[in-house]
């Protein structure tokens, strides 16, 4: 069963800071795509990666996807309050018949 | 628009008692999900299908059950609540051959 890690679990910063979390998997992803949850409201995909070593920015959003395909990471720049919510990474079984098993997720916070 | 839309937002129960959670979807989507949200666990998945009739068992599924008469309405059926299912569940929908998965905003659970 494949496990995924995201660290670190919590993050508090101050209004523009830079950060980086990550997400980990103990075995090769098919690929992975980041989510972000608000308060109340239901995730909403961010980005899907698919290849070892691929960068995709976001406005001030920037994906990294590992050369092995079993880490990735999410780097803000200049955090803004709207920042704050819950990202999760998901491994995406790919096909007609998709599926994804999600991280536990981080819980950022963006104090203006 | 196309949305995805989950009843009730709140519901309070007793253990022992039978609950339905309802999904509709209007994107004539294949593919639905429902998941469970609990702090420290994340997104789990309970069962899911790919199609009218189609239905499958998540990692999370006992208790539980789901059927598929069309293509917009996914229910989640507890069919004796404990208290071990409070949470917050979402449910989600894909088109074939799509990754991206469009989740609804939730329904909060409390089973005293």
């Known amino acids: 069963t494949q496990l995924l890690e995201q660290s670190p679990q919590f993050l508090s910063i101050q209004e523009g800071e830079n950060l980086t979390v990550y997400c980990n998997s103990s075995?090769?992803?098919?690929?992975l795509q980041w989510y972000r949850q608000e308060p109340g409201e239901g995730p909403v995909l961010l980005v899907t990666?698919?290849?070892?070593?691929e960068v995709k920015k976001l406005k001030r959003l920037t994906f990294q996807f590992g050369d092995a395909r079993k880490d990735s990471s999410l780097h803000i720049t200049a955090a803004q309050t709207g920042d704050t919510g819950l990202y999760l990474c998901a491994d995406v079984k790919t096909g007609a018949n998709s599926k994804l098993t999600f991280g536990k997720g981080i819980t950022l916070s963006v104090r203006p | 628009d196309a949305e995805i839309t989950q009843s009730p937002r709140h519901k309070i129960t007793e253990t022992g008692r039978q609950v339905t959670l309802a999904c509709h979807q209007t994107w004539n989507h294949n593919n639905m999900f429902w998941y469970r949200q609990d702090l420290g666990h994340g997104l789990r998945l309970i069962h899911y299908?790919?199609?009218?009739?189609?239905?499958n068992k998540g990692e999370v599924s006992d208790g539980y059950s789901v059927s598929r008469s069309n293509t917009e309405d996914l229910p989640l059926t507890l069919e004796s609540a404990a208290s071990s299912q409070t949470s917050v569940y979402f449910c989600a929908s894909s088109d074939l051959d799509q990754e991206t998965q469009y989740f609804g905003p939730g329904t909060r659970l409390l089973v005293l």
């Open positions: 075995s090769v992803f098919s690929s």
């Open positions: 990666v698919v290849t070892g070593g």
């Open positions: 299908s790919y199609g009218v009739q189609d239905t």
